[in-house]
């Protein structure tokens, strides 16, 4: 019966309680709860605890590293090119020597969404406290090495959106890509014989951010998954551990 107490007052605290106290309450369940580590299986309360602990640090890491200079330029996976259907007008834009300003409308597009990534990470604590322990342990055990980063795509993307579009549109201006853009444009609007582009700057720099996010976002997760030494807690090496041996069932 006491330990019947224990798991729902620690249920209680994945709940009501922020990121910041996870820690401290998944230490608590596993020392006082489940008597520790000799424990056959975490119970359905650490699942929770560890997978919230993993993502909170995923995607703060996430976040805070992709928005600092360079998180999206100097990252080939996720940097931020002319939009699809101006590519062909950066092509005859090089061809006619203009490499300089072509360089400079994709420096500005991905200073932007480096302006707008520190907006994802109170978005992201939001998701992850609201997470219920059937929705932890659904992921934990789904057999995808994605389930979380699908998980926060489905919760998070409309407030994300939602988030970065007025920053990136007030960026775009402030570090010159408006201006950058709409030389650009000008100058290949003016070659005979092509047609005129002048595709949503914002709403493609605002999809391309998120895009990235979510793409160093499923980085972490299968980092935590795959790589025993990135379990550098308890909880999560004994939570992990479970899904692994689960998988392997």
Request: proline fraction near 3%.
């Amino acid at each position: 019966m006491k330990q019947i107490k224990l798991l729902v007052a620690a249920a209680s605290l994945v709940i009501f309680s922020g990121c910041d106290t996870l820690n401290q309450a998944a230490q608590q369940v596993i020392t006082q709860g489940t008597g520790g580590l000799g424990g056959v299986n975490p119970s359905a309360t650490e699942i929770a605890l560890g997978l919230k602990q993993a993502l909170e640090t995923g995607t703060g890491y996430s976040s805070e590293r992709l928005a600092t200079q360079n998180g999206f330029l100097g990252n080939a996976a996720i940097k931020i090119l002319f939009p699809p259907e101006a590519q062909k007008a950066e092509r005859t834009l090089r061809s006619l020597g203009l490499n300089s300003l072509c360089d400079n409308v994709v420096t500005s597009l991905n200073r932007a969404a480096e302006d707008a990534a520190k907006e994802a990470k109170p978005i992201f604590i939001s998701a992850i406290k609201q997470m219920t322990i059937a929705d932890a342990s659904n992921i934990l055990l789904s057999g995808q090495t994605d389930a979380a980063t699908q998980y926060f795509k489905r919760v998070t993307t409309a407030q994300l959106s939602e988030k970065f579009r007025p920053v990136i549109q007030n960026s775009l201006g402030k570090v010159g890509a408006t201006k950058y853009w709409g030389d650009a444009v000008t100058r290949y609007n003016q070659i005979p014989l092509t047609s005129d582009i002048n595709p949503d700057l914002t709403g493609y720099v605002t999809q391309m951010a998120i895009n990235g996010l979510f793409h160093e976002i499923a980085q972490e997760e299968l980092k935590i998954r795959q790589n025993i030494s990135a379990r550098n807690t308890s909880l999560l090496q004994r939570v992990f551990g479970y899904a692994d041996r689960y998988k392997g069932q």
